[in-house]
């Protein structure tokens, strides 16, 4: 049976002062109109960690009104909430212990809730709590009005390149955010990128994702056409894993596939360990979206080949473009939506 993993039965998230489910005057819970959630500011002050878990309220699905189904998962389904004080709309994520126990990926449920719920930034999907009954799970979180990313890109085929290089920014800062937390996603892919109100890009589903304090590990995990060279060939991964698969989620926003597709997963693992990577004629992308996956630079005097100079496509994982530098970026400095660069 699946554990609790803290003493009350609903653990606020904590780390996040805007993201608390309390009991209070107004239930601690604001919205504005973005939909974005606020504590009043009579508990702001309590919420600064997990230790105020205790003196919550336990939270039970009779504190939810449920609304519309927003889709089904592999473990149970995900519902429009709204939290009856305060009136707070949420999507709620029903899971059922018993399928959890029986795909044995408890462990993995409790990993993906202690790293969610201690991360805080506009392009990652809050948890905002959670709470359990004798059959079910439940997860509070954020509400990503516009749904998943990859209906909207399998509906244009592909994106143009404003919207591909908004995207990859603010993903980008995103997975800056995991990495100065010592947390990996290792999952990136289309289908694990919901849509805010206005469009924004909210990266959830961190399922596959991991503390990495020894930043190290040998795991083979994620999504195979996501994989990195490292991750197919066994060999220890650091978050790098992660800049990889923005160069193959830039391939697949512009191009409408991702780029080490094949007939079969082992000619696929063949691709992505020789870095088998081909730009096709259509659609058009610039010379500058393509360098920004990865660029092949002129045989220097003296030297006979081609060579390509890092950027994110590249096997050696410590040659990868550094996330800070993906907003410095010719390509996305030219691209990316102005409110997203600062309006320069
Ligand atoms: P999941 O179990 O996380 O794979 O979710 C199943 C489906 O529910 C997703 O593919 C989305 O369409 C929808 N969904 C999940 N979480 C949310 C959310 N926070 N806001 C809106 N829709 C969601």
């Known amino acids: 049976m699946l554990q609790p993993l803290k003493s009350s039965n609903l653990v606020n998230t904590g780390a996040q002062a805007t993201a ?7 239930n601690g819970l604001q919205q504005d109109e973005r939909g974005t959630f606020k504590a009043s500011n009579a508990d702001a002050g309590q919420n600064t960690g997990n230790s105020t878990a ?3 309220r336990r939270w039970t699905l009779d504190d939810f ?7 089904k998962g592999k473990f149970g389904n995900v519902y429009l909430a709204r939290e009856r004080q305060s009136k707070f709309v949420v999507a709620l994520k029903v899971l059922f212990k018993s399928q959890l126990q029986d795909s044995n990926v408890e462990q993995q449920i409790r990993r993906e809730i202690e790293i969610q719920a201690h991360l805080c930034h506009p392009n990652i999907l809050q948890l905002y709590g959670y709470f359990y009954d004798k ?5 509070v979180l954020e509400y990503a009005a516009r749904g998943e990313l990859y209906k909207e890109l399998v509906c244009c085929t592909h994106f143009g390149e404003s919207r591909s290089a908004s995207y990859i920014l603010s993903l980008a800062r995103a997975l800056q955010y995991c990495h100065s937390h010592n947390v990996i996603h290792r999952d990136i892919k289309p289908e694990n990128l919901l849509l805010g109100l206005d469009g924004e890009l909210k990266l959830a589903d961190f399922g596959w994702s991991v503390h990495a304090p020894s930043n ?4 083979m995990c994620g999504t195979l056409d996501y994989l990195s060279p490292e991750m197919v060939e066994h060999k220890i991964h650091t978050s790098a894993v992660d800049n990889w698969c923005l160069g193959v989620l830039t391939y697949e926003f512009l191009f409408g596939g991702p780029p080490f597709e094949a007939p079969d997963h082992y000619d696929t693992y063949k691709r992505i360990s020789k870095v088998d990577l081909r730009f096709p004629d259509s659609p058009e992308v610039s010379p500058e979206a393509k ?6 630079c002129e045989a220097p005097a003296g030297r006979c080949d081609p060579y390509i100079s890092a950027l994110l496509l590249i096997k050696d994982a410590s040659q990868r473009l550094p996330l800070t530098e993906v907003e410095n970026d010719p390509w996305i400095r030219a691209h990316a939506d102005p409110k997203l660069l600062g309006g320069q």
């Not at 608390?20 to 107004?26: D, F, T």
């Not at 190290?216 to 795991?219: A, V």
């Not at 360098?291 to 092949?296: D, G, P, Q, T, Y």
Request: aromatic share 6%.
């Open 20 to 26: 608390k489910l309390s009991q209070g005057e107004h």
């Open 54 to 56: 205790s003196t919550s």
């Open 65 to 71: 009104e449920i609304g519309k189904a927003l889709g």
């Open 135 to 139: 059959d079910k799970l439940y997860m």
């Open 216 to 219: 190290r590990r040998r795991t």
């Open 291 to 296: 360098a920004f996956i990865r660029k092949v």
